[in-house]
């Protein structure tokens, strides 16, 4: 296999580095001149495991790194005058030129990018003098890097009697820790693509020619009198042959057995770089004493990181506790991302008690503060419950362990939208922007961008985020609504109408599409899409309220009235957000009515509230006292935000 993976990416290291579609180039500026005489304005180069390409992207493997304009320019000057110590009064001047800044601006720079960098060992702070770049630089303008072979793993097939989420789960826990390998040989592909597209019926080599990956790995989980067996089979994305095949077995309620199994196999067979020799690895793996439930002999699990690792060896009651946990963790994980009201409950509950069984399983409480801002924002949880169960997640865990970093941006969106406390949630996102994409993170940064009317940076981030995860529905058509919220009419409705061609069953495709085509002159498609959505999801509140909006730009205005009443009755019996509802009674007509079911939204710190403030469907509401006030809010944050930053300056 190691020939293979080899053969693949010499066949692929004369290609043009660059993944499927144009990547996303962050801001760039001069040809600044190295100390050994290199341009690193027009080259790409690569320092401390980091790729820096000629238009300004930085790469970590093959996750984007998203570095601002004002970072991206410092770790620019700083690489130009390598081994030398750059004064703050020198980065001062060549970020900001004359415009007046805090004297802790260039300290705040420095502190965010090394952040991003991680590590951050390449900038070393001189006492009293400034920074200097320490790492090697390794110019690649001759001869291009080499190109990983890209690699896809499918959603694994359940047989009878394996539990539904089962096969997935293990594929998504395998993805995760190849993804954090030190050293890869392999390209992973973003998970939500490649199981979109599973979804979708696409076989293995579809997949991979769909998403331009080099090798697919897929595979079947059956069930037996005791155990569970795991049939994995790689593929070949350019013949379709299987290159090779792994028969795993694990007792069953031991899925992290089967997952460590997995990883340790395709270590040796992509020769990822781990800990000793790994020859001796590769004998260790065939090893017939090493049965996969630990670490075979000869190696440790340093290299590469695996979630149920935490799984500890010591009393078997404890033991069998961790077990039961994560068990209990990968079903809630299954169970909430449905995005279906009453299995996100079952997800929930499935989660708290994992964390009530082993307080130390991190992942659980990551996945439960991503669950709180998700149901939040379909309106199947309270913003205050949501609220109260991510600080609590957040407060669990001390310290903050590299693992739950992952949780900041979810609660740096409390911090935001529940709290009103925008300082906490800037620094949430700053001491997570570092993490690469993922569906979650990706999405707290573009609804934290958008509540604050920054479309154009919301825009760069979801755009980025395609370009790495390009049949990702969600990611197409939460760009189409920031479209929308930009005032991009024309652009939004197009868009939404080539991700309906792509995903015509995606529930919040259907929603976004369903609103942005009612809006731009397709009221009639626009109910057929809504009127179906909510038929198929009738406790899903915010498709009741785009079909209402539908039928009264179709000018059914007594149809959308009923609805509007029913939800209205529905409010009295449990808690139901009205996002949405408030341009229902602009378009037909009752501006009071409107500004009346904001005021509501605005007291329960409904998530899209600030969202709805920028809609266009909101436009008649312009100039009226109430609606003012209303959008007087955010800037006062912002204003307050920066007053509090100047102070501690």
Not at 51 to 79: I, Q, S
Not at 133 to 149: K, M, N, Q, V, Y
Not at 268 to 281: I, M, S
Request: hydrophobic share 45%.
């Amino acid at each position: 296999m190691a020939a293979t993976i080899e053969d693949l990416s010499a066949a692929r290291s004369g290609q043009k580095t660059e993944s499927p579609g144009p990547r996303q180039a962050i801001s760039a500026h001069g040809d600044e001149q190295t100390g050994s005489g290199r341009q690193t304005g027009k080259r790409a180069c690569s320092f401390a495991g980091l790729r820096l390409d000629a238009d300004g992207t930085l790469w970590r493997g093959e996750a984007l790194v998203h570095l601002p304009p004002k970072e991206l320019a410092a770790l620019r000057l700083l690489m130009a005058h390598s081994g030398q110590v750059v004064s703050p009064a020198q980065l001062k001047h060549e970020l900001w030129g004359e415009v007046h800044v805090t004297a802790d601006s260039v300290l705040k720079c420095m502190s965010s990018l090394r952040a991003r960098l991680e590590p951050d060992v390449c900038i070393q702070t001189i006492y009293k003098r400034g920074y200097r770049f320490s790492a090697e630089i390794r110019d690649h303008g001759a001869a291009p890097p080499r190109t990983l072979p890209r690699l896809a793993i499918m959603p694994f097939s359940t047989r009878y009697l394996v539990p539904e989420h089962l096969g997935p789960a293990i594929a998504e826990q395998v993805i995760t820790s190849l993804t954090g390998a030190p050293q890869p040989s392999v390209a992973m592909l973003a998970r939500d693509s490649v199981f979109s597209l599973a979804l979708r019926g696409l076989t293995a080599q579809q997949i991979g020619r769909e998403l331009k990956a080099d090798l697919v790995l897929t595979g079947t989980l059956q069930a037996f009198c005791s155990h569970y067996r795991l049939r994995a089979e790689m593929i070949r994305v350019e013949d379709g042959v299987q290159i090779w095949v792994e028969d795993l077995l694990a007792p069953q309620g031991r899925s992290d057995s089967l997952e460590r199994k997995l990883i340790h196999r395709l270590a040796c067979r992509l020769c990822f770089v781990l800990p000793g020799d790994p020859e001796t690895a590769a004998e260790a793996l065939d090893s017939p004493s090493w049965d996969g439930t630990a670490s075979p002999p000869g190696m440790d699990r340093t290299g590469l990181d695996i979630s149920a690792s935490a799984i500890s060896e010591a009393g078997d009651k404890h033991e069998s506790r961790q077990t039961e946990a994560y068990e209990l963790f990968l079903r809630g994980r299954h169970e909430w991302r449905t995005f279906h009201r009453h299995r996100m409950q079952d997800g929930l509950q499935s989660l708290l008690r994992a964390i009530e069984l082993d307080p130390s399983l991190t992942s659980a409480k990551v996945d439960l503060a991503d669950l709180c801002v998700a149901a939040a924002f379909n309106g199947f949880m309270s913003p205050s419950v949501s609220a109260e169960l991510v600080h609590r997640a957040a407060e669990s865990i001390p310290g903050t362990p590299p693992q739950a970093v992952a949780l900041l941006p979810a609660l740096g969106w409390i911090n935001f939208h529940f709290d009103r406390n925008l300082p906490a949630a800037l620094l949430a996102f700053s001491s997570s922007a570092h993490l690469p994409h993922n569906p979650w993170i990706t999405r707290a940064r573009a609804a934290f961008a958008l509540s604050r009317h920054r479309f154009a940076e919301a825009i760069a981030l979801l755009r980025a985020a395609i370009q790495l995860d390009p049949s990702s529905p969600w990611l197409q058509s939460r760009m189409a609504w920031a479209l929308h919220l930009d005032g991009q009419a024309a652009k939004s409705a197009e868009l939404i109408r080539e991700v309906l061609s792509r995903f015509p069953e995606h529930e919040f495709t259907n929603l976004y599409g369903a609103l942005i085509l009612a809006c731009n002159g397709e009221p009639a498609r626009a109910t057929q899409l809504a009127s179906g959505l909510a038929r198929r999801q009738p406790s899903f509140d915010l498709a009741t309220a785009v079909h209402a909006y539908a039928l009264a730009r179709a000018g059914r205005g007594d149809e959308a009235r009923a609805i509007l009443e029913r939800l209205q009755w529905l409010s009295r019996e449990r808690f139901l957000l009205n996002s949405f509802t408030p341009a229902v009674h602009v378009a037909l007509g009752d501006m009071d009515a409107a500004l009346a079911e904001l005021r509501v939204a605005e007291q329960a710190r409904c998530p899209w509230f600030f969202q709805m403030l920028a809609d266009p469907r909101l436009k008649a509401l312009h100039g009226r006292p109430e609606f003012e006030r209303m959008q007087a809010v955010l800037p006062a944050m912002e204003a307050e935000a920066k007053k509090n930053l100047s102070l501690q300056d």
